[in-house]
């Protein structure tokens, strides 16, 4: 593999071999909704528009609601794109003399990395660091931005290890001067305390999904495994008593690490078979080819259901339609499973093990419905768990139809480009958009966008254009951030 696939994911290929953009383009997907949901005008859109549990027009969070919307789904679908992504990156080391050794290395790196990364931003955004977007603060967002491309970027080889050592270590040190530097508002000082909470989650599934995988390398029976024992110390937790409990409660360092994160292992670990249902598919096809009229007959067919799965259960759990979205989600997914029994061709195989998967999980989601009082994304609940896990592997093989299969890279493009560089979309409306607008004077206008839903709605779609702009500008030119 060249060094700009390589920069890319570790998962495309030239050649006779297939190009899996499908992971890049959930991954894209995941992170621009994710940019438009907290971008938006918030208190006057429906309901069904933010976060189940913050309803509008207040948004104060309240627990004793059901449901998820659209919202809800682009965390679980970016973490299992993370997971899905581990046998690409571990893959190989693992293979390697001394593999183990290196990966276990690698993820504990990644994972510092991601912290670094979580505990930065947050106290460089400009909302941290003034309760205006005055001149400074925008200047600060925006030299903080561009110190994270020495940080995080892979420096051309054609420079010497030392010479790129050095640049990075300069980066750095720039930047833990400038947090302990900073005077945020109100006489507050950096604080560990002050993190990121997506990106420290982000930062805790590195390590963990990774040793996960690294320990049950080849052995997905094993990897899944794990998870019975991690619900075991969460359901024993509630015992103050029990040795559970204090496993659960016991943490060196609880600014970065807690035992509750790892209940996004229930997302993570699926992500990782995903991504090896895709390395298997990426495999050279050893057989001829195979006529391709049926098998884009049923590539059509299964597009639309994991469209209409993903939509049915959104409506369904947010209205609480349970008994009806059940029989419609049972008679779906069976449908499917029909349509993909024969399959023989490579792709089709692919789409029975994704979809299969995905209705498995799924199905076991809305059957653990009622537990916990319903689903829900905060407080998490097992139904979010398995339903946003099975919905992910489901949003995975329609990408794979669209993406792979149909050509559609001309559709898909944006979100496979800023599918690759995640770190880049997931701050510049923060530090480079909203920096800018405050540098011009134009800040203060946005809020004539609050006026209306449709104009709020706007204002959101409008900024997370922008931010497809700038990342597919960075990807273009094949600068990546990594950890």
Request: aromatic share 16%; proline share 4%.
């Amino acid at each position: 593999m060249n060094s700009e696939a390589k920069y890319e994911t570790g998962i495309r290929f030239s050649g006779s071999t297939p190009r899996a953009g499908a992971l890049d383009a959930l991954r894209g997907y995941a992170i621009l909704t994710m940019v438009l949901s907290d971008t938006e005008a918030f208190g006057i859109l429906p309901s069904w528009m933010y976060h189940a549990q913050v309803p509008p027009p207040i948004h104060k969070f309240d627990p004793s609601i059901f449901g998820i919307t659209w919202v809800d789904l682009v965390f679980p679908f970016f973490l299992f794109a993370m997971g899905a992504a581990l046998p690409f990156s571990i893959g190989k080391k693992l293979n390697a003399k001394s593999g183990i050794y290196n990966a276990i290395l690698g993820a504990l790196g990644r994972g510092a990395q991601l912290v670094f990364f979580a505990i930065y931003i947050q106290h460089i955004f400009t909302r941290m660091t003034s309760n205006s977007h005055d001149l400074k603060s925008c200047l600060i967002s925006l030299f903080a931005f561009g110190l994270m491309f020495p940080m995080f970027m892979r420096l051309p080889e054609r420079l010497s290890l030392k010479v790129r050592t050095l640049i990075k270590s300069v980066a750095y040190l720039t930047g833990f001067v400038l947090l302990f530097t900073l005077n945020y508002p109100g006489n507050h000082s950096f604080n560990l305390e002050n993190s990121d909470i997506i990106i420290l989650l982000l930062g805790n599934m590195a390590v963990f999904g990774s040793l996960a995988y690294i320990l049950t390398f080849k052995n997905k029976l094993a990897r899944i495994a794990i998870l019975p024992f991690i619900m075991g110390i969460m359901l024993g937790s509630t015992n103050d008593s029990s040795w559970t409990h204090w496993i659960f409660n016991a943490t060196p360092f609880p600014w970065m690490y807690k035992f509750t994160y790892l209940k996004y292992l229930f997302i993570i670990i699926p992500g990782t078979i995903a991504g090896e249902y895709l390395i298997e598919w990426m495999k050279p096809e050893l057989s001829p080819k195979k006529e391709m009229v049926a098998e884009k007959r049923v590539a059509w067919i299964i597009a639309g259901l994991s469209i209409l799965l993903v939509i049915i259960n959104l409506f369904g759990l947010f209205s609480r339609q349970l008994i009806l979205n059940l029989l419609l989600t049972t008679s779906l997914v069976a449908f499917g499973i029909y349509i993909l029994r024969k399959g023989e061709e490579r792709n089709v195989l692919l789409w029975k093990k994704l979809f299969t998967a995905g209705a498995y999980l799924l199905m076991l989601g809305l059957f653990f419905e009622a537990f916990e009082g319903g689903i829900r994304k905060d407080f998490s609940t097992y139904s979010y768990y398995f339903v946003t896990s099975g919905l992910a592997f489901i949003a995975l093989t329609f990408f794979s139809i669209i993406c792979d299969f149909l050509k559609g890279d001309k559709y898909c493009r944006f979100l496979i480009q800023i599918g690759q560089n995640p770190m880049i979309a997931y701050v510049c409306a923060g530090m480079v958009i909203m920096p800018i607008l405050g540098i011009l004077g134009l800040s203060s206008f946005l809020v004539l966008f609050d006026s209306n839903p449709w104009l709020g709605f706007l204002k959101g779609l409008i900024i997370t254009t922008l931010v497809t702009l700038i990342t597919m500008f960075f990807t273009r030119i094949k600068w990546f951030w990594r950890t």
